[in-house]
């Protein structure tokens, strides 16, 4: 797949437009394991692929993570509302003991906790919650191992309507 990574971003744009294309495929994991992932591939206006850690992401405030703790939750992470393309909460936790920009995501009624933003990326989206931006989430990509259960979950969190403009997009969001 070709990709906009090591091209010059493109500045930050009102409306956002790319395509979302459902694809499934499996690969050996780090301990040889066959790991198999169903979710979408992003593609930009001329069909390039869009990686996920591509600064253009950042520019037009989209973000894509892997969510931190899912091997903590594996009994909750099995249900429908971890499909790929499923919506999701996001809830501040700024009196968390161990991260006071820790940002925890939930199911889209906030009722089941099923991981957190990585540690990397929280302060930045901790920030922007505060600050009254109203973003979103929803699961990019669900990652089953050999048993076909899911082990982990990568979500693309994004402002409100940001996706109004794109082809693809799950029906729900």
């Known amino acids: 797949m070709q990709s906009l990574r090591g091209r010059t971003s493109p ?12 694809a499934e495929y499996e690969f050996d994991g780090d301990r040889g394991e066959k790991v198999k992932g169903v979710g979408f591939h992003l593609h930009g ?15 037009v405030g989209l973000c894509i ?24 909460a996001l809830k501040p936790e700024p009196a968390n003991k161990f991260d006071r920009d820790a940002v925890a995501i939930y199911d889209s009624r906030g009722r089941t906790q099923f991981g957190y933003v990585p540690a990397d990326r929280s302060a930045e989206i901790a920030k922007r919650l505060s ?18 259960k899911r082990s982990g979950l ?8 940001a996706l109004s ?7 729900d969001l």
């Open 11 to 22: 500045p930050p744009q009102t409306s956002i437009s790319f395509r979302f294309d459902q």
């Open 45 to 59: 206006e001329h069909g390039l692929g869009i990686h996920h850690d591509d600064p253009w992401l950042a520019d």
């Open 65 to 88: 993570v892997k969510v931190a703790g899912t091997s903590y939750r594996l009994g909750v992470i099995q249900g429908d509302d971890c499909a790929a393309g499923q919506p999701l």
């Open 131 to 148: 600050q009254g931006e109203n973003l979103r989430a929803f699961v990019l990509w669900e990652w089953r191992g050999q048993n076909l």
């Open 154 to 161: 990568t979500v693309l969190i994004y402002p409100l309507g």
């Open 165 to 171: 403009a794109c082809e693809g997009v799950p029906p």
